[in-house]
């Protein structure tokens, strides 16, 4: 069993030596630098944290002002409050002004569990992705929300990333490279290629196993950034494969799997098959009760890779 | 080079030029915003031309003052003091709001001279509040100023970045509100009552300071007054009238965001040409 760590926790470990090395980061939080790990900097560099209260709309805008500066502001909140609440913000301040400011939010999916419909933010993909100039990042595991966090640092331009509240098994290595735009092939195969971010890079190397079983070998992608998409990676898999299946903890509108789509109606049709919210709010439950309803689990996917191979077939 | 102008007929000249200027502009886009331009004229010009610190040689001129205009939509004479300032040449206002432009029809940094992208409103005063910050982090005199409509306030983010400002202390930033009592759909305190307004920025742990946001010596004095506050961020609130300067335009919503037509430009600019400066 793989150790079990949430990716806010890759993050906020990470922001911690990031800190060391730069003094121009700053962290500003809408009073959640507890739930998204930014809490680790602030006792690191209290001088250099700031927590606005519950104001989202002005971190944002704060931030965009640190920047002008010369400053490399985080700003921290819960995905849905910050990426719902403060849209306009981020799309003026941020976006519109190409501001360099790294926006990094946790309890993004379903897996944040008993809070509820509220708090699980399942929009955040799509809502960010269709902003231009931002890179929207949804890291697989803990580590490579660390890798993540550091890249995004060494870009000049608005990042997005969401981070998770659930522990998620650790899936990647210290080793493997991360680069920002580039997905990662994590297991190979020809019948069918699975493309996930977040757990659902996970899920989808379980439902691998299990479609290994009915003599299935399936590729698995984990697709951590969502934008800019690897438009290479998802053609690698369209002519390879001949059949998709996307995984997201996610609205199944407008986030991976669309942007996946986008990608393969332009420049290779092959059947596709997407896992993710179904045009639904969640509710309050444990994490796997939640992932188990909402078909967002191993077999969910495999039976989704089923049948894409079918259509593929037909 | 840094403009500093302390002559009040000057200022006043100034004033009638700018007023022209940002009606001429806005005929010749065929669409914009007179009336909040209008209002603004005399802080703008207080502003760019009394107390900022810019070197219009050198925009990017990294201790410089800075000024965020929050009600994006005065781009008309934010682009005309720029320009006067000489930022960019005078010739480029008449492609205000023209395909392939810089002079966006909101305030726009592609404007040598703007700061920053506005036109949602109750967005400047958080960004201005994040300069503060970084200047005082910094440990540099920069000031920030932040210029805000009335209707504007309305927005709850403006109260956000006030809280803000006067819990960290950002007795570096000035905000001035363009309190000419009238938005786009009617008067504002029909619409959404601000007052008692002053009480409201003094209750939020501003300084706060109420002046004739058309004559110069108040507005000169207020500001001169902000280097003098510490531990509180400042607000004056500039008692102004919307479309001010063309009697048909004055207090009129319907001016709001309407380019007067050939005869009423034509109208406006004799009336102006008949103001004494002295």
């Known amino acids: ?314 | 080079m840094t403009t500093k102008c302390e002559d009040i007929n000057v200022l006043k000249t100034k004033a009638v030029a700018y007023r022209k200027k940002v009606l001429q502009i806005i005929h010749a886009a065929g669409s914009g915003h007179p009336g909040g331009s209008l209002s603004a004229v005399e802080i703008f010009i207080a502003l760019y031309h009394y107390k900022m610190a810019h070197r219009p040689d050198n925009p990017r001129w990294e201790d410089r003052d800075r000024c965020i205009v929050s009600k994006g939509h005065c781009s008309p004479v934010t682009y005309v003091t720029l320009a006067d300032c000489g930022y960019f040449p005078e010739s480029e206002l008449l492609r205000f709001r023209k395909f392939g432009s810089p002079l966006q029809g909101h305030v726009h940094i592609r404007v040598p001279g703007v700061e920053f992208n506005t036109g949602s409103l109750g967005h400047g005063l958080s960004v201005a509040n994040g300069i503060a910050l970084g200047a005082k982090m910094l440990k540099k005199k920069i000031k920030t100023y932040c210029i805000l409509g009335d209707g504007e306030i309305q927005e709850g983010s403006v109260w956000e970045a006030a809280m803000t400002a006067a819990h960290h202390k950002l007795d570096n930033l000035c905000a001035i509100v363009d309190y000419n009592k009238v938005q786009e759909n009617g008067r504002t305190n029909d619409i959404k009552n601000l007052e008692p307004l002053p009480a409201k920025w003094a209750s939020f742990g501003w300084q706060v300071v109420e002046v004739d946001g058309h004559d110069f010596h108040d507005l000169l004095c207020a500001l001169d007054q902000f280097d003098t506050v510490s531990d509180k961020p400042y607000v004056i609130l500039a008692h102004t009238v919307k479309g001010k300067g063309v009697s048909f335009m004055e207090g009129k919503s319907q001016w709001h965001g309407k380019a007067p037509k050939e005869d009423q430009l034509k109208a406006a600019l004799a009336e102006l040409d008949g103001i004494k400066t002295n």
């Open chain 1, 1 to 314: 069993m793989s150790e079990m760590i949430p990716t806010r926790d890759g993050f906020g470990n990470e922001l911690v030596k990031l800190g060391k090395e730069n003094d121009k980061i700053v962290v500003l939080s809408g009073d959640m630098e507890d739930a998204t790990r930014a809490e680790y900097f602030r006792d690191a560099f209290p001088d250099r944290f700031y927590n606005l209260g519950i104001a989202e709309q002005d971190v944002v805008g704060t931030a965009a002002g640190l920047s002008s500066l010369g400053f490399i502001p985080f700003a921290c909140s819960f995905a849905v409050f910050m990426t719902n609440r403060a849209y306009d913000m981020i799309r003026l301040d941020i976006c519109y002004n190409n501001s360099n400011v790294k926006i990094v939010c946790s309890h993004a999916g379903v897996t944040v569990g008993e809070d509820g419909a509220s708090a699980q933010c399942l929009e955040d993909l799509a809502i960010m992705r269709v902003l231009p100039n931002i890179q929207v990042i949804c890291p697989a595991d803990a580590i490579e929300a660390a890798k993540a966090t550091r890249a995004m640092t060494g870009i000049t331009g608005p990042v997005y990333m969401r981070t998770s509240r659930a522990p998620f098994p650790v899936i990647t290595r210290e080793s493997d490279p991360f680069e920002i735009g580039r997905a990662v092939v994590v297991r190979p195969g020809g019948d069918v290629t699975l493309i996930a971010c977040g757990l659902m890079v996970y899920e989808s190397l379980r439902a691998a196993d299990i479609l290994r079983k009915d003599g299935i070998e399936a590729r698995v992608v984990n697709m951590h950034t969502i934008k800019p998409i690897d438009i290479e990676a998802i053609q690698t898999a369209a002519r390879e494969t001949g059949a998709i299946v996307t995984a997201e903890e996610h609205q199944v509108s407008g986030g991976l799997g669309s942007a996946v789509a986008e990608v393969a109606a332009r420049f290779c049709p092959v059947p596709i098959e997407m896992i993710g919210v179904p045009d639904t709010f969640g509710e309050s439950g444990t994490p796997q009760e939640l992932l188990m309803k909402y078909h967002l689990r191993d077999t969910d996917i495999a039976a989704a890779a089923q049948k894409a191979l079918q259509r593929k077939k037909a």
